[in-house]
């Protein structure tokens, strides 16, 4: 599941990275996203995969075998 965060987070650097310098030479300004919004964004990214991978893991593993397998 992480990697999947990851992959995720990488795709959203390059695809915003390369529409922000594109809106740049379409508008003749120079516009780079900075080191630190990249930063925030795979964090955030990581962040949110973790959490909302481990929760369900996490409550899934609490429950009994048997009984789990009862309620369809």
Do not use: K, N, Y
């Not at 599941?1 to 990488?10: Q, R, S």
């Not at 379409?26 to 909302?52: D, K, Q």
């Amino acid at each position: 599941m992480a990697m999947f965060c990851h992959l995720g987070g990488i795709l959203g650097i390059v695809a915003g990275s390369a529409i922000t310098i594109g809106i740049g030479r379409v508008l003749s300004s120079p516009m780079m996203p900075s080191a630190e919004s990249l930063v925030i964004a795979v964090t955030t990214s990581v962040a949110i995969g973790t959490v909302f991978g481990f929760l369900p893991a996490w409550r899934a593993a609490q429950l009994d075998p048997m009984a789990a397998l009862r309620v369809e």
